[in-house]
Structures are given as structure tokens and as C-alpha cells.
């Protein structure tokens, strides 16, 4: 297999720890409002191994943790229900106890069609080989604690519209300048941060914005997971972007801000691995997002609407639109190998994917200043070529665009820049026949008409230039 794509055999591996570890136990969350903010604990539990990951909302004087306090609770709850997954895989256990509270069988089928989606890259690289019915049963040890459905939302106290979660990359960035011209304020936004990085503060500051005027959210991994991987135990890829979904949903009753507008494209919809349904960018997608829209209203706050602004758009769309707001090109960063020392590792699926979606819409030498070398000429990225352009048996697992996006990229790229000397990686590359129009948008959303226009005006007012 192409080293983007390692999978290992480790069925056994997995059917000895569901025998030696029969139950994961969700057995409680726990909250404390502080002068500094709003602490969140939980407490997982396999045999002896126990883990208290944590979360913390610095307050800041837009937030309001004065609510009643069943509201609270249950936030938090479900906030512990998408944290589990990361823990519940190092032993995969065929049962999850749940101590702090009750679910009923919607709520079941929600999370364990959550959890078996938001795993398919974990358990295919790992070779394991289940079924949602057989992965794992949700069963509550007390049917007395119910978390109660939130109130509405008072939005008396935050003059903003929008939450707009900010990870460092294009994406993003885009959904921020765009709802800052339909607003036609700047306050009318509020960036919302997990974990700050020089990326994601980077980007609102060329915004305009300050630290203190973002919703910052710090989530830690508890160590003992982190050393239980070193030792052996399964590990893989969870539903990032789920998590965040959740932890939104707390985030905009703390700010009064209903209006969550991810930045999540229509390409994240199309699998990873050819002819399956799995999907690195599960979480991303709109069955996830429409699933837990109808569980969001249904079962924590009725009033929330979380969606993604970008949902009508492909990569290649989002691209031309980034390309438009040059203030950004040297702090945005979407690479995962580099985040932490916050640079373009340049060496990877994720930083070839991005350098070719935005090969057609900025000048090469511009192009290779942003990302430090000139990527369509390093043959050492001929795999993750093959595979972004759909020659391999996988696209790569990263958050990247689909493969007839990838090429059209790279065929507009050619006709532009490249007439006639060609990097190595496209001297054998035929540009398709057929380009993607970059003026349509896809009709299946969560966006209001007057969102769904404004994206339109500014798609078609890009295309043209």
C-alpha cells in the first residue's frame, strides 16, 4: 500500500481487548464556574485504567455562565458522549456503560451511528473488520438521571449573529470575510478558537481581531491515553469535527449566539476509500450535519442552529475565493505534521492538496513563497500525487477535496501557467476534458436564502475576474 495509506492487521489484536475489557464506563462529567472561566471534567473508566480528560472556557465579557444549571448539564453531558470515543478505542470494550445520565434508544442509535462513521478510517487502517450492531452496545446503569432539553437561547446579551470556528486554514477564513460582508460588521462575528495556535490567532488578527475578542475553548487529551498508545493499544483517526460540533453547541449558550456557521464544503461528502463509505471527513459531511442538527433540536437546545456556510461549495470554489484575500496567504496554515511548529511541512497529502487547489488562482512564484518550495516539482510527492489525482486505491486520509477537484485544479493550473515547460509531477498529467463550473452551487444546505445569495454573488463575481 501507498504509505499515505498503511494498513495494518490488527483484528486479533482487537477481539483479545473486547475479551479482556468488556465495558467502557462513562461514569461522570463535573462542571465549576470560576473567576476565570468554566472548568469541565470527565471521567472515563476501562478495567483499571482510569481517565479525566478536561476543557476549559477562559470567560471573557461576552459570556454568560449564570444559566440554570440542568442546562448546564446536559451541554456538558453530550459533550462526554463524543469525548468517550477517543478513549473507548484504545480497547474497543462491546459495551459502553453510561453512569452520569440516560439516553433513549434515538439517542443510542445516534451516537453509535456517530461513533461506527466517525471510526471508519480507524477501522480499516487497523484491518478490523465489525458491524455497527457489533461494535458496540450503549446500555445506561440508571434510568433515573435524564439531562432535560435546554431552553431557548436569550440573544439579548451578545449583539453578534455568527460563531464562526476559525482552524487556521482557507476554509475558514473564507466563511469569515463572507459573513462579515453580509452582516456589514465586524462584531457581528465572533471567531470561536479550540486549542489557539499561531495559524488560527494569526488569521483573526489579519481579521482585525484580538485574542480577547475570541471564544477560546482549551481541550486536553488525558496523558494516560497518549502513553497507552505508546505501549500498544489501538489507535486511529476519531471525529474531530463531531466533537467540535458539540462543544459549539455550549459555546453559543455561553456567548448567545445561535447562529454556528461551520465552513465545511460539499466534497467532504465523497469516501476516502473507493467504493466503501468510508470517510476521513465523516464529521465534515451533510448526513452528519443533518443528523445532528435533528438531535441538537431535539434532545439539548432547540434554538441552536448549527450549520456549514460552505456546504454549496466544492474546494476548488472556496479556493478562488481565498485567493481574493492576500492578507492571509502567509499566516494560514492547513497542514496537520507542521501545526504545532506552524509551518507548511511541505511533505505531505495535506500541503500537496492545498498547493494544487490553489495552483490556478495565484501565480507560481507567489505559490512557492507561501509554502516554502515549489511542490509540483518534488517528485519525492509522486504517491500522494497519484493518489489526490485518483490512481491510487485511496485518496489520502486528510482533509482534502475529491479527486475530479483535484484534477480540474490541475488542468486550469496548466492552461494558466504552465503552456509549456511543466513541473516533474505534471509531465505526464492530462488535463480532463471537462472543468468543474465555478459558478454553480449545490442546492442541499442548511443556509437561509439571503446566506445561499450572498455565497452566489460572491462565487460568480470571483469567477469572473
Known sequence: MPHG???????????????????????????????????????????????TPDAFFPARPFLHFDFQPHALDTLVFNIGMIELVSYWKAFCPPQVTIACGTLDDEQKAFWKKVYYNG????????????????????????????????????????????????????????????????????????????????????????????????????????????KLNSEGCLNGHTPFSAMLACYSLLASRLSGIRNIALSNEWSANESTVVGTSVNHQYSKGLEFENDFRRYAARFIDPDCNYFSFLRPLSELQIAMLFSRHEKYFDVFRSCN??????????????????????????????????????????????????ELTGRGETKPFECVGTVDEVNAALGMAVDRWYPGHRPCLLADFNPPASRIPLTSLHTEHNLSNIEFNNLLSHVQAAAVQ
Not at 476554509?171 to 465572533?190: C, F, H, N, P
Not at 498547493?355 to 512557492?368: A, E, G, K, M, V
Open 5 to 51: 495509506t498503511v494498513i495494518m492487521s490488527n483484528q486479533s489484536i482487537y477481539d483479545s481487548f473486547r475479551k479482556a475489557y468488556p465495558e467502557f464506563v462513562y461514569e461522570r462529567y463535573g462542571y465549576d464556574v470560576q473567576s476565570d472561566g468554566l472548568h469541565i471534567v470527565f471521567t472515563f473508566r476501562i478495567g483499571h485504567h482510569r481517565f
Open 119 to 226: 471510526l471508519g478510517e480507524f477501522f480499516y487502517r487497523n484491518g478490523i473488520v465489525t458491524t455497527m450492531d457489533d461494535f458496540m452496545e450503549i446500555v445506561c446503569s440508571d434510568e433515573s438521571i435524564k439531562p432535560s432539553i435546554t431552553q431557548a437561547i436569550n440573544h439579548s446579551n451578545n449583539q453578534a449573529i455568527y460563531l464562526v470556528p476559525i482552524g487556521g486554514g482557507k476554509d475558514s477564513v473564507v466563511t469569515l470575510e463572507l459573513l462579515r460582508d453580509l452582516t456589514g460588521q465586524k462584531g457581528a462575528i465572533v471567531p470561536l478558537i479550540m486549542n489557539p495556535r499561531g495559524a488560527t490567532l494569526g488569521c483573526i488578527k489579519a481579521a482585525g481581531y484580538k485574542e480577547e475578542d475570541a471564544l477560546i475553548v482549551q481541550r486536553s487529551i488525558n496523558p494516560l491515553l497518549l
Open 337 to 386: 505534521a507542521g501545526s504545532k511548529q506552524d509551518v507548511w511541512c511541505g511533505q505531505c497529502a495535506k500541503c500537496l492538496f492545498a498547493y494544487i487547489i490553489l495552483s490556478p488562482f495565484i501565480p507560481p512564484d507567489r505559490l512557492r513563497s507561501i509554502f516554502g518550495k515549489d511542490m509540483l516539482n518534488d517528485p519525492q510527492m509522486k504517491q500522494f500525487f497519484d
